[in-house]
């Protein structure tokens, strides 16, 4: 079964306690930063992220591009991501794929919820990003820790001997 999480940029945006502060001073930041995190979920979870934003916000024409291995897409003109994301659960959805819709917009989890889509808030997807985080640094450090310093192993007055050395010390 392949999953798909479709996210609502600015609805996570406005609700995750890391990207708020962002959106106020350097809101481009913000949009990166989300699809940075969304790249670490992407990577650990093994589903396609797609994350859209609405056109109000960026001038111009519909964008689709690839960032960070993540699918962000800009709106048309007058398109929300709301009916972009309808649109997308609507297109993708299949018998070997599970749509899963994040936003905290209560009528859009009941429309996609109605397409078939499962529905995640930006609180669900913030908390289990934050998991994912803790895990990842929780595996580097005990990768880290259990890694020897040297590769050669020597009794501590040697090691602090040649430490000394190394650092010009008497």
């Given amino acids: ?5 479709l996210v609502d940029g600015y609805n996570m945006i406005g609700a995750w306690k890391e990207l708020r502060p962002l959106r106020d001073e350097h809101f481009e930041d913000a949009r990166d930063r989300l699809v940075e995190l969304m790249a670490e979920y992407k990577a650990v979870k093994g589903w396609r992220v797609i994350v859209v934003f609405d056109a109000h916000l960026v001038p111009g024409t519909e ?35 599970q749509i899963h819709v994040a936003t905290s917009d209560m009528t859009e989890q009941n429309v996609v919820f109605g397409h078939g889509a499962l529905r995640k808030s930006a609180r669900e997807l913030e908390i289990e990003l934050d998991i994912i985080r803790t895990n990842i640094s929780q ?18 007055d040697i090691a602090l001997t040649l430490e000394k050395w190394r650092r010009g010390l008497k």
């Avoid at 079964?1 to 999480?5: A, F, H, P, Y």
């Avoid at 890694?147 to 501590?156: C, E, G, H, K, V």
């Fill in 63 to 97: 964008q689709l591009y690839l960032q960070h291995e993540v699918e962000v897409i800009y709106t048309r003109k007058n398109e929300t991501a709301d009916e972009r994301i309808e649109k997308l659960s609507t297109e993708l959805k299949g018998r070997k794929i």
């Fill in 139 to 156: 595996k580097v450090k005990e990768t880290q820790s259990g890694r020897p310093s040297s590769r050669i192993q020597l009794p501590d």
């Fill in 1 to 5: 079964m392949q999953n798909i999480l």
